[in-house]
């Protein structure tokens, strides 16, 4: 079963040529369909903004409910270099989808999107762990308890609390509602 997430699209907007936005729009399609929420930027805020603050609020808002930002990076989009930067602040999970150039030589955006992206796929493998080491500790303490070691079954608990406790907490730092 697939967690239904609110996901932000940075994408391109002003300079998005017709088969970008297809892309993206099928995209965020296939999300919605999945059951997820998608903030997609050309139809999610009004663009009608002759100065650009408005929709920086827009985004910053959606951004801020997003469980994930989902990636489609053109180095020529001005407000995706604004809203990684909010990526980034926020401590978002990162989905990279595709680049629309190629990467140049040295530090780049790019890059930076693509570390986040790794770190992301990091800490869900040790969310993803979490579950598993929580039962193992309540399996344990059902068998001490079953062979009357009560020091052991004490000790298991203890385990179990540190453990979803320790989960909890990182929940909350990697923005995980």
């Known amino acids: ?28 399609k296939s999300l919605e369909a999945e059951g997820h929420t998608v903030h997609n930027p050309k139809y999610a805020v009004d663009q009608d903004d002759a100065t650009g603050y408005r929709i920086c609020w827009g985004h910053l808002e959606s951004m801020r409910n997003a469980n994930r930002a989902d990636i489609f990076w053109d180095v020529n989009s001005k ?26 030589e040295g530090k780049s955006y790019l890059k930076v999107i693509q570390e986040i ?23 344990l303490k059902l068998e001490a308890v079953k062979a009357q070691n009560f020091e052991k079954a004490t000790e298991a608990r203890q385990r179990e609390k540190d453990l979803s406790d320790s989960y909890e907490c990182a929940k909350l730092h990697f923005n995980l509602k």
Do not use: W
């Open 1 to 28: 079963m697939i967690n239904k997430m609110k996901i932000h699209l940075i994408c391109p907007v002003r300079g998005v040529t017709e088969e970008q936005q297809k892309e993206i729009d099928d995209y965020a």
């Open 79 to 104: 407000g995706s270099h604004f809203d990684v930067g909010m990526a980034f602040a926020l401590n978002k999970a990162i989905k990279f989808v595709k680049a629309y150039q190629q990467d140049n």
């Open 117 to 139: 992206e790794k770190e992301t796929i990091r800490q869900q493998k040790v969310m993803n762990a979490y579950p598993v080491l929580i039962q193992r500790q309540k399996d």
